[in-house]
């Protein structure tokens, strides 16, 4: 019994039922009371290639499984998916270093962490005893839909049905989404926005638990959101990797401290580097970047959370969050008290805000760093960029490459940066292009051509010849037809 619940130390989990379930009965996150009892030979790690320093690294995060369970569960979810064996190379670029998380399979970061939640949930499901087979539910507004079906294509014991809104997703990530192969994978489309497929989706959850629709069925749901704990541990692994790199060119000697900038919008990914940290590894500062929606921003820099703001659609989607949900974590980590983060979490469900205590906020500043960039100033780092350096980047990695040269400048005595690069600019074909200088024309597809034909750097094999491939899913349901939904696709034990 390892995990407990944010909010209150009595809901205690192991590893593996932490995985299974989630999120905690009472709302709260599954996280351990502190990380500072692992023990982890950070040093032994660093000299590991990236699956080794995976199995030594989840091992330690998730001891219900043995070393040998891990490195076999960590051979199954990369070998042969990424780009690169290193799965997450990194780039010298200018006097900084940017680490590409989006080599994997849907040329999105969160390839990362969904090729293993799978193989995470299979072997928890196993160790825990559990027979039933699991069904994932997820509401997407693009990206980690297609990570995520890709993650669980024919994945023995599970099955995935994914729901996005009608019209509500870029034509390549719903071209991504209609043609994903495999027998235990399905795409909807909601007629409604974003929320309302979030929504529904939280619906089913409460209605199958209340009503016990799926009892003795043979089958319970699960979410591939990032407050699974499974999520977030895999993300820790490339922090290590970076900083071996950095080592290893010379660039920093063992021991001394590396600061990383991360594009931040649910805080999943920059967490990661917190519990990089306590786990040894030399991390400076953590620099959150965020887009014009910068409620973090103001969070780290004052202690008062609000997201009682406009919300803005920016180039950069992704970051396009107001209730950052693994905050929720780190104010526990800090704190060690439970109780403060269930009455923090109570006020911002009732009044949208809540304030840190001065002790809580004093330790945020000295850890971490924080800084915006609005459209503007993304499109105009993406071309700065390209013309002195000839990287290309997508605009989520431009939003941290400009908050780093803030950073930078504003403390001039700073470690080695690294600049965490989440999103291949081929998913961002038209704004990179408006970036480089041009203007978009046609639809998506001809735009990623004209990017490819301004700058020659190469669409990844996933995103070439997608608008050729074969579509396999085509319904379109109404809001208020999901329930029915996934209950006649629960009673089908064979989709395809
Ligand atoms: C999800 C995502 C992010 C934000 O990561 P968090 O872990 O939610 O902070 C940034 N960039 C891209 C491209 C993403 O898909």
Known sequence: MEYQSTRDPSLRASAAEAVLAGLAPDGGLYSMP??????????????????????????????????????????????????????????????????????????????????????????????????????????????????????????????????????????????????????NVCV???????????????????????????????????????????????QVVYYFRAYANLVNEGAVRLGDPVDFVV???????????????????????????????????????????????????TVSPSMDILVSSNLERLLFLLSGDAALVKRLMAELKEKGAYEVPKELLEKLHGLFWQGCCDDAGTKNAIGLVWREYGYLCDTHTAVAWDVAQQYKAACPVHAPVVILSTASPYKFPAAVLEGLGHSAKGDEFDVMEQVRNETGVPVPKNLAGLREREVRHRDVIDRDGMLDYVLSKASQKEWF
Not at 44 to 65: C, K, N, R, W, Y
Not at 140 to 158: N, Q
């Open 263 to 313: 594009p931040t919008g649910n805080f999943g990914d920059i967490l990661a580097g917190y519990f990089a940290k306590e786990l040894g590894l030399p991390v400076g500062k953590l620099v959150c970047a965020s887009n014009a929606n910068n409620v973090l921003t103001d969070f780290l820099a004052t202690g008062r959370y609000d997201k009682n703001r406009p919300f803005y659609k």
């Open 34 to 183: 502190s990380l500072r009892e692992i023990s982890l030979d950070w040093k032994h790690v660093l000299a590991l290639d990236t699956q080794g320093m995976a199995t030594e690294i989840l091992t330690a995060l998730l001891p219900s499984f043995t070393k040998e369970e891990m490195r076999a569960l960590v051979r199954r979810a990369y070998a042969g998916k990424f780009e690169t064996e290193d799965l997450t190379p990194t780039v010298r670029v200018g006097d900084d270093t940017v680490l590409e998380l989006f080599r994997g399979p849907t040329s999105a970061f969160k390839d990362v962490a969904l090729s293993m939640l799978p193989q995470l949930m299979t072997a928890a499901r196993e160790k825990c005893g559990v027979t039933d087979e699991i069904l994932i539910l997820t509401a997407t507004s693009g990206d980690t839909g297609k990570a995520a079906m890709e993650g669980f294509c024919d994945v023995p014991g599970t099955k995935i049905i994914v729901f996005y809104p009608d019209g509500g997703v870029s034509p390549v990530q719903k071209a991504q989404m209609a043609t994903q192969a495999g027998k």
């Open 188 to 234: 909807c489309a909601v007629r409604g926005n974003f929320d309302d497929a979030q929504t529904g989706v939280k619906n089913i959850f409460a209605a199958v638990e209340e009503e016990k629709l799926l009892d003795g069925r043979g089958v319970r749901l699960s979410s591939a959101n990032s407050i699974n704990i499974g999520r977030l541990a895999p």
